[in-house]
């Protein structure tokens, strides 16, 4: 006797379902941003989708569904994601739910911000204070660290621009899209 068993899936579904090799980016994402940064898997599987998903904003079911995890992960990993400006909350008028999806400022470089390694290396500093009297060896993590910060404080700035007009040429000889939307 064969057996034949029906899979009911809601209307639409399966399009907007991400295939193997998506869902393995996803992941690939996740692990990269829990071992770099410590970010939950789950804010990074969100996004490696997010990166590559159809379409690019969807629902917290939609995002739910296609990273086989529960609404509740994905709804927290969106808020993490949301504070670092990385992504985007957004509804159209008439719509009853909200459409996640990157945020534009994610395309910007990032971590080219010149005070926060000035501040880096004041809070150094104050450290190495607190070492006044100590033997070199015991200041010189510190004292390597307000060097690094000092020398990305005055570097970083000039990175970013070289970044910016090298990013304007690929654009110009048509090898990047345009300006980010």
């Known amino acids: 006797m064969t057996q034949i068993t029906v899979i009911s899936v809601p209307y639409g579904t399966l399009e907007h379902m991400p295939d193997d090799a998506q869902l393995l980016f996803a992941d690939h994402v996740g692990r990269f941003y829990a071992r770099q940064y410590g970010f939950p898997p789950m ?3 969100l996004l490696g989708h997010l990166l590559v998903c159809d379409p690019p904003k969807q629902t917290i079911d939609e995002l739910a569904e296609a990273l086989l995890a529960s609404r509740s992960a994905v709804t927290g990993a969106v808020k993490l994601l949301e504070s670092y400006g990385t992504a985007r909350r957004t509804r159209t008028a008439g719509e009853r739910m909200d459409r996640v999806g990157l945020a534009p400022a994610s395309r910007q470089p990032q971590n080219f911000d010149a005070a926060l390694h000035t501040e880096h290396a004041a809070l150094f500093r104050e450290g190495l ?12 993590p510190l004292e390597e660290m307000v060097a690094l910060a000092e020398f990305l404080a005055e570097r970083l700035p000039r990175l970013r ?21």
């Open 129 to 140: 204070a607190l070492l006044a009297d100590a033997p070199p060896e015991r200041r010189a």
């Open 43 to 45: 804010a990074g599987r």
């Open 161 to 181: 621009d070289e970044w910016e007009a090298h990013r304007d040429g690929l654009r110009a000889a048509g090898k990047l899209p345009g300006a980010a939307s």
